[in-house]
């Protein structure tokens, strides 16, 4: 079986700053492990997406993340917040050929 | 990319009608698509998985009688809300798998009145 878990419903951060949204996961098998980003009223948009290889990925917007085997995190960052950012963020794993599960979701706020 | 199209993107029908959602894969083909339900503020629950040319999967505790679920084809499938009640307003989000990636619909808003 595999779980995600996203810790914080909402995440605040000023234009600039960081953004670091958490995200841990539980599988065991080697998972594959992916950032969605949701506007309002919007499907899911494809952030990154960790497979196999290089640990640290790069998405789009900036954004990238790490997969860190050894803590079961998938953690997502931004150097520097952008008001376009505000959104909701959601982890996912899928494992094997299985489906997608999803984290509940984390929503950033960014303020001026 | 490959891009997933829902239709319609709303709609609002009276308690006790049908609704149809159509999901379709405009530049690929798909022997998998899945429906999703995201309540407010809420994460995506799988509905139920559907493979082109067989019955559809679903999830415990999603009524199949209730959302019909058919894959005619390798670019579409449908949802059909039967005998819509208020509770059944949602956000429906399909989704379409290739070898390495799922890509979503842009959602329907369903609202029963």
């Known amino acids: 079986a595999q779980s995600v878990t996203q810790l914080g419903s909402h995440v605040s951060v000023s234009e600039g700053a960081l953004v670091l949204l958490r995200c841990n996961y539980s599988s065991s098998v080697p998972p594959y492990l992916f950032w969605y980003v949701q506007y309002p009223n919007q499907g899911l948009q494809l952030l990154l997406k960790?497979?196999?290889?290089?640990?640290l990925v790069k998405g789009i917007n900036g954004f990238e993340a790490e997969f860190k085997k050894s803590e079961t995190s998938f953690h997502l960052t931004k150097p520097s917040a952008h008001m376009s950012d505000a959104a909701e963020y959601f982890c996912a794993v899928v494992t094997g050929y299985s489906t997608l599960t999803f984290g509940k979701g984390t929503m950033l706020l960014v303020s001026p | 990319g490959a891009v997933v199209s829902q239709h319609p993107s709303r709609v609002i029908c009276k308690s006790g009608t049908s609704v149809k959602i159509e999901c379709r894969s405009l530049d690929f083909q798909a022997t998998t698509m899945f429906w999703y339900r995201q309540f407010p503020k809420q994460s995506l629950m799988l509905m139920a998985t559907s493979n082109e040319g067989s019955k559809a999967t679903y999830e415990q505790g999603v009524e199949k009688d209730k959302f019909l679920i058919n894959h005619a084809s390798l670019t579409l499938s449908t949802l059909t809300v039967t005998s819509a009640h208020p509770e059944d307003s949602s956000f429906y989000i399909c989704s379409a798998r290739t070898e390495y990636e799922q890509y979503f619909g842009p959602g329907t808003r369903l609202t029963v009145t």
């Open positions: 960790y497979t196999t290889g290089a640990t």
